[in-house]
């Protein structure tokens, strides 16, 4: 079946420190793959997502590759800040498919 | 453009009563979704509807019921209410087509406590 891990939370990081957060997958077929993040308070919002293999996803200091080679999609940011304080979610969608896959979610919290 | 909206944003609840949490969309989206997140963990897929007249059931749909009359409206009808119910419930629509390109609009949650 398909499936998503991500890496046990919560994370604490000092400002400006490097992020990675790790996501592995397992999926029948070619999956697209995504980072939804989810401030206090808010739902969730598309952070970024890459639909086949070698591409690289990118958005507000974020990247993520997918890697087939690995099953992986480690989300990464080289210098974060307390405004990037959020849960941050994995998924995968199998076109034509009718519902995501979501990771259990890894808390972040950015100390100033 | 309103996006998804969900209303009540708060509400509780005694056990046993009934309520209905509403979910609208104005992005003339065909697949909806309701999701509950309890505190500290991921979400659960409740029910899901790939267009009006047609629901299905998610992996956590007992004491839950849905309707999709119109592409707009997918409401959440909470019967009997439980303690475990309660929980922050998401209401999502699907933009782009399917899943291999598309991406989730969530709304901004309606957080239920029942006593």
């Known amino acids: 079946g398909n499936s998503v891990t991500q890496m046990e939370g919560p994370v604490t990081l000092s400002e400006e420190a490097f992020l990675t957060i790790n996501c592995t997958y397992t999926?029948?077929?070619?999956?697209?793959l995504f980072w939804y993040v989810q401030y206090p308070g808010e739902g969730l919002q598309l952070l970024l997502k890459a639909t086949k293999a070698d591409d690289k996803g990118s958005n507000k200091g974020f990247e993520a590759t997918y890697r087939k080679e690995t099953t992986s999609f480690h989300l990464e940011k080289g210098s974060v800040q307390v405004s990037d304080s959020a849960v941050y979610f994995c998924a995968l969608g199998i076109q034509g498919a009718q519902k995501l896959v979501f990771g259990q979610g890894t808390r972040l919290t950015i100390n100033p | 453009n309103a996006g998804v909206t969900q209303t009540p944003k708060f509400r509780i609840l005694k056990i046993g009563q009934s309520m209905t949490l509403q979910c609208t969309q104005d992005m003339n989206h065909n697949y909806m979704y309701w999701y509950r997140q309890d505190p500290g963990m991921g979400l659960k897929l409740i029910y899901y509807?790939?267009?009006?007249?047609?629901?299905d059931k998610g992996e956590v749909p007992n004491g839950y019921n849905v309707s999709r009359s119109t592409t707009e409206d997918f409401p959440l009808r909470l019967e009997l209410a439980a303690p475990s119910q309660t929980s922050v419930y998401f209401c999502a629509s699907l933009g782009g087509g399917s899943f291999g390109t598309g991406e989730l609009f969530f709304g901004e949650g309606s957080r239920l406590t029942v006593l």
């Open positions: 509807s790939v267009g009006a007249g047609i629901t």
């Open positions: 999926a029948t077929g070619y999956p697209s």
